[in-house]
C-alpha cells in the first residue's frame, strides 16, 4: 500500500512542475474534478468544491494562463512511463472520436457538422460542434476482469479538413516517434473506421505497429495470387481469388483455429472458436499498393454451453503491419473487446469530470480543458486501490459489495473511486501551496470597452467544393455579378424622397437632371 501511495504522490509533484503557470490552481482544479466532479454540472461550480481554495475567477485565470503554458508532450510521456504494463508485453492503444457539441456558440471558431449520436426517433446522428481524437491504453496490456480502466494518453481536436479516424492513426505514429518505442510492438485497435485507406496507409510506415480494426460481414477481400512469375504474356497477377466474409464458400483454407473459454458479465460460461486467415487482400488505389500489405483476418463464433449461437454474425477483425504474425488469436480477440472500453471513458468524462461543459468562445482554450480534464481519469486509475467502497443505501444488494471477502482483491471503479477521492486526499498531500489573498483586482480601466466578437459560420464539409463547381459553370469569378441587397436598395431611396422633397424638386425633374449632367 505505501508502494502505492509514493508512486501516486510522485507522478502528482512530476505533474505539478510541469505546470509552469497558475501551477497551484491548476493542481486545485485538478483534484476538485477528481473528487467533486460528479456532484456539479459546471466548471465554475468546481469553485466551491473544499479542494479548490481559491475564489471563482481563478478557475478562468488557471485555464485561459495557464494551461497554454503547460507542455503536454511532456505530460504525455509522463503519463505513459506512470501507467504502462510493468512486463514485456505489447502497448496497447485504442483510438476513437467523440463529438464536443456547441450549437449555441455562434461566435466559436472552427465549427462544424460533426457526429453525434441521437436517440430521438428520426433524428440525424449529427450536431454543431467539434470533434475530438483520443489516444488511450491499456495500463495491464490485456483486458481486465472489470474491463473499465483505459488510460487516456493523448486528446487532439480533429481540423475541419480532416478525417477523425486518419487522425488518431496519425496520433499513434507521432506518440511512437516521441517515446523512442520504434523497437516494441505496439497494436492500435479501432472500429470499422480506422480500416479505410487512408488509416492502412498511415499504419504501415511504422514497421513496429500493427493496426487492427472490425470488418463487415459484407466484405469482399481477395487472396495472395498463388504465383509471381507470368506465364506467358501479360503483366503479374496482384490478386486471386475473391473472398466474400458472408460467404463461407468462397474462405479459403483457415491457417490456425483455436477455441477458448470465457466466462460472461452473468457468469455464464461460453466458447469463442477462433479462426485465422493469413495472407488476405483488400483492393487500394494508385496512391497506395494494398497488395503489398496483406490482412490477417480473424473470424470469432460465440456459442454457450450447448452449442446454441450467442450471436447473429460472427466477428471479423483485421490486422495489418510486418509484425501482425506476433499477435496470437486470443490476444487479438481479447483486445477488441478491450476497445469498447473507450466509450466508458467518454461517458465517465462527460457525465462526472465536466469533459464538455467548459463553455468558452475561445478555441484554444477549449482545447486546452480536453487536453486537461483526461489527467483527473489518471489520477483515478493510479488511485483506485486507495479507494475504499462507500455505496449508497440503494446499492447494498449489489454483488460487488455483498461478498465483504473480496473487497480487498476488488479493483475499483473510476465512480468508486471518484466517491472516496476525498479520503485519499487527506493521506496522498497535495503538492500545491495554499491560496494568499491578495484583496480585490483593480478590474477594467475606466472606459475601457471590449470589441463585440464577430459571428463565425458553421462549416460543411463540401461547401468549398459545391461552390466552386458553380463557378466554373457560370464562368470565372470576374463575371459572377453580386447580386444586390433589395433592402439597402429601399432603404437609399426612401431617403433620396425626402431629400428631393426638401429641394423642391420632383423625380421626374430629377431624372432630367441626371440625363443632361451625363
Known sequence: MQQIIEKLQNFRNNLYSLFTKRSDALFNLLDALCRDGHQYKSVVELSQSASFERRYSSITDAITRGLNHADFKKIEALVFSNTKAVDNRPHL???????????????????GIVHSPNPAPGNKPICVGHQYSLLAMSPQGERTKNGRWLIPISMKRVGLNEKGNEAGVQQVVELINELGIEDELCINTGDSLYGSEGCRKSAVTKK??????????????????????????????LFGDKVILSKPETHPTPDAVQTITMTTKKGKLCQVELTLFKNLLLRGSKDFASQEHPLNVLKAVVTDSDGILLFKRPLWVALIGERRDEVSLEMAYNTYLNRYDIEHFFRFGKQKLLLDSYQTPELAHEEDWWKFVPLAYVQLYLANQLADLLPKPWEYYLSAYKDTHKKAELEKTPSQTQRSFANILEVIGSPAAPSVPRGNPVGRAAGVTLDKRELQPIHFKGSNQHNDSKQ????????IQKQPNLNETALILSRLKLDLKKLGLSQSEFVELLISSA
Open 93 to 111: 492503444f485504442f483510438t476513437d472520436c467523440t463529438a464536443n457539441p456547441r450549437p449555441y456558440a455562434k461566435t466559436m471558431q472552427q465549427r
Open 208 to 237: 513496429n505497429l500493427v493496426q487492427m480494426f472490425r470488418l463487415s460481414n459484407k466484405r469482399k477481400l481477395y487472396q495472395a495470387p498463388e504465383y509471381l512469375k507470368i506465364q506467358g504474356p501479360g503483366r503479374r497477377k
Open 472 to 479: 466554373s459553370i457560370s464562368g470565372t469569378t470576374e463575371n
